[in-house]
């Protein structure tokens, strides 16, 4: 059973600039899709970015031209490199299958605040 460790969140000010990685324990390379989701407080979970075994990605229009995602199948990680940040990016992060397939992980934090 593969498990998600996802980390790199923080606090960052508007139009900052942060890159989270997610970390499979078990390998990511038979998994096609991977993507990026986020939860804000009080609102449901939703979809940011995907990335295809190819190497072609899929972003949420909230986030695209903004935030890049990549993944390092060596390394059974994926990214998500979030520039010009805003306030509504605030969130707790998550990686996944797409669709979701595997138990979710911990998250980690992003908070856009000045």
């Known amino acids: 059973q593969v498990q998600l460790v996802e980390s790199g969140g923080g606090l960052v000010q508007p139009g900052g600039s942060l890159r989270l990685s997610c970390v499979a324990s078990?390998?990511?390379?038979?998994?096609?899709?991977m993507g990026w989701y986020r939860q804000a407080p009080g609102k449901q979970r939703e979809y940011v970015a995907g990335?295809?075994?190819?190497?072609?990605?899929n972003y949420a229009d909230s986030v695209k031209g903004r935030f890049t995602i990549s993944r390092d199948n060596a390394k059974n990680t994926v990214y998500l490199q979030m520039n010009s940040l805003k306030p509504e990016d605030t969130a707790v992060y998550y990686c996944?299958?797409?669709?979701?397939?595997?138990?979710w992980g911990q998250g980690t934090q992003v908070t856009v605040s000045s």
């Open positions: 078990g390998s990511i390379f038979s998994i096609n899709t």
């Open positions: 990335i295809i075994g190819g190497g072609a990605t």
């Open positions: 996944n299958t797409r669709p979701p397939a595997i138990s």
